[in-house]
């Protein structure tokens, strides 16, 4: 790889229990795949369902995590919602998910599964040194299928040309589209009884299905 991937040592000092969950690999980005929406449809978004019913967000796992770490940052978590919560209150409330691609849509199923905000970006919008880190003020971005964000109070992925990712909404320089060909993959952890080298194994094998992915490469920072 000719990129890393770090953590601003101050986060730290608010939250402790930050980690990131790291994929890399090609792939030939594809429309959504019916046979993979087939398997989302009847068997893991049902047991989704059935996990989360009748719980409180705040005791959702990785859910849980993020909102007491948006707190501890001065994010409102009921007015800016992480996006795995925004992901499981459709799937609650029977809603369809969105359909976009096939890195995007197991991107999404892994976020449903675990609970927490997964973020896919194309590599090939990506420059230097990437880092999680606090954004300073009037920093933000245009969303996927939004206008300007305010990313105040946020943590948020940055490269040398600014911001472009965080748990909450992704900007639309780094989306995985068609023409993407290296992928890197992003799981925002706020909460460390959870097991992300699982979550990384089942994520390299989803990919490998059914994103064709290749040349995976997984860590943990």
Same mark, same amino acid.
């Given at each position: ?64 995590? /993020? ?15 992480? /996006? ?32 927490? /905000?997964?973020? /896919? ?101």
């Amino acid at each position: 790889m000719s990129y890393t991937v770090v953590i601003d040592k101050a986060l730290y000092d608010v939250y402790p229990e930050i980690r990131l969950g790291l994929m890399h690999f090609k792939a030939h980005v594809k429309a959504s795949d019916p046979a993979f929406w087939d398997y989302m449809d009847t068997q893991v978004l049902p047991a989704v369902r059935a996990a989360i019913e009748n719980k409180e967000w705040g005791d959702i796992p990785g859910v849980r995590g /993020s909102r007491l770490a948006y707190k501890a940052f001065g994010r409102n978590p009921g007015r800016y919602r992480v /996006s795995s919560e925004a992901l499981l209150r459709r799937v609650r409330r029977g809603d369809e998910l969105y359909h976009i691609n096939s890195v995007v849509d197991v991107n999404n199923l892994l976020s449903v599964k675990s609970g927490l /905000s997964v973020g /896919s970006y194309d590599l090939g919008a990506i420059k230097g040194t990437v880092t999680l880190r606090k954004t300073v003020a009037g920093e933000g971005y245009t969303g996927i299928g939004k206008e300007f964000l305010d990313m105040e109070n946020m943590l948020v992925l940055a490269d040398d040309e600014g911001i472009f990712g965080s748990s909450m909404s992704d900007s639309t320089r780094a989306m995985v589209t068609e023409n993407a060909k290296e992928i890197l993959v992003v799981v925002y952890c706020f909460e460390n009884s959870i097991d992300l080298e699982s979550l990384l194994a089942e994520g390299r094998q989803a990919f490998e299905k059914f994103a064709s992915a290749t040349d995976i490469e997984t860590w943990i920072v």
